[in-house]
């Protein structure tokens, strides 16, 4: 097998992630089969128990691990789907060697970092790259080099380096240079020191990928060159792009395809960008914008909410029309009217998912808005939930109805706990999680969007709609439209509204650039009809 390692340094956030997507979508481009590990050096066994504003937004794969956000960024530019075993963590690892030294398999040697856990992780490595298929295996670190808790997973590639033997791996590290001082100018510092500590523990990067606001000028890149013992054509400039999108063919022309194929001796064939141009190409034209009001309670990290924004950039690469989308901290609506004036103005509304009772009132007030406005709506997961909340209150007239997650006593309890999840004590991995089936109502708006009658779709929830309050809901116009196939509520809508659909799901999960999820695309055409007939005059009141 070959494998590409990309490591960070200086600080996180550089965008390991999208450098690591671009390099696999680079080789993708050339017909090589390529996969993607994340390796996360936290103690955590997943992502699915951390705070958003820690750690972004947890992204769930079809096989229900929930991961970091950077393996959505792999799947939405591979264009494939990946599994839990493309994750790693050293909660995961660690977990399997102790679960290993208490069966003996370690027969009565002393467990150690090495061999024991850098075997390990070898091992995890090997066997995704021949499970996938795949000719090449890029494998991101997280976090940036000289963390503690980082070095048993590079000391692990570095020794996997030497057993694959030259030819075989390739280290590209990403590092910051950034522009200081009043003429503006590059600081190559941060790299060097950066270098020398991976150099320190016995790995050379071959690729030095620099990020910063602008390129690098050729004297930046050939001192970049001469202190890190870098060829010049392998230092690398990713200046701030308008869209992420745009990386790889940034890395084409500075010639990384073909820098990289040498290095790996892999077979020369020119590249196919065909359809991610004419992506681009369709997402800069932007002909007219809409302006989509985003309803959530992590609104100040907006990567706790990445793959929808992803999904509406993927909608302005479809359609040719910006999305522009104003966020809105939930918690502000009930304090502040002008605030819900303002979503009035929006030409869609999406409400996304979300745990706990912070926020749960502006929700259900801007979907309340959305609805009697005729606003086009989009409810996901919790948004879904809070949907049904919203009608039970001010349609069937339950003014005390509510989720029990929230109110556990609430005497119209019209979301509530699955009878699966009743008595679990732990929370990580117990939730409805992945990829299932989902059958819909023919005729119905959410089959026509989809084109079907039964679609997939992951999930990533606790609660959900109790269905003795179905019968009413049908009976004054929220339809059920989708289920599982156990008959669980899915699917939300009503009829005599330009777009008004809710969703237990998570169909963000699944959009991709030339691939937009289906519902997405429905929403922003909702939303550009809207805008179209918009009359110039003066909005309704605000609602009391």
Partial sequence: MKVIVVSGGVISGLGKGITTSSLGRLLKARGIPVTIIKID????????????????????????TEVDLDLGNYERFLGQSLVGTHNLTTGKIYRSVIEKERRGDYLGNTVQIIPHVTGEIKRTIREVAQSSGAEVVLVEVGGTVGDIESMPFLEALRELSYELGEGHMAFVHTTLVPVVGPVGESKTKPTQHSVRELRAIGIRPNLIVARGPS?????????????CDVPPEGVISIPDQPVIYEVPLVLEAQGVGTFLSRLLNLPERPPDYGSWKEFLATYRRGDNSIEV?????????????????????????????EVRLQWYDAEDIPKSPSVLARIERSDAVLVPGGFGARGVEGKVRAIEVARTRGIPFLGVCYGFQMAAVEHARNVLGL?????????????????????????????????????????????SRVAQIYGKTEIWERHRHRFEI???????????????????????????????HPFFLGVQYHPEF??????????????????????EVASPVAPAPALA
Avoid at 41 to 49: E, K, Q
Avoid at 399 to 421: M, Y
Avoid at 470 to 487: I, P, Y
């Fill in 510 to 531: 699944l959009s991709r650039p030339e691939a937009p999820h289906p519902l997405y695309l429905a929403l922003v055409r909702a939303a550009m009809a809207r805008k």
């Fill in 41 to 64: 050096p936290y103690l955590n066994v997943d992502a699915g128990t951390m705070n958003p504003y820690q750690h972004g937004e947890v992204f769930v794969l079809d096989d229900g």
């Fill in 293 to 321: 009001a985003v309803v959530g309670k992590y609104t100040e990290l907006r990567d706790a909410y990445l793959s929808h924004t992803e999904a509406f950039h993927h909608c302005q690469g479809h359609l040719g029309v």
């Fill in 215 to 227: 390129p690098l000028s050729p004297d930046i890149k050939a001192k970049i060159s001469l202190f």
């Fill in 466 to 496: 109790n269905p003795a309050y179905v019968d009413r809901f049908e009976a004054t116009g929220l339809r059920v439209t989708g289920r599982a196939v156990d008959g669980r509520v899915e699917v939300l809508e009503t009829a005599d």
């Fill in 399 to 443: 003014a005390a109805a509510h989720t029990t997650e929230i109110e556990a006593d609430t005497k119209d309890p019209v979301v509530c706990l699955l009878e699966a999840q009743k008595g679990q004590t732990d929370l990580g991995g117990t939730m409805r999680l992945g990829a299932q089936r989902v059958q819909l109502v023919e005729g």
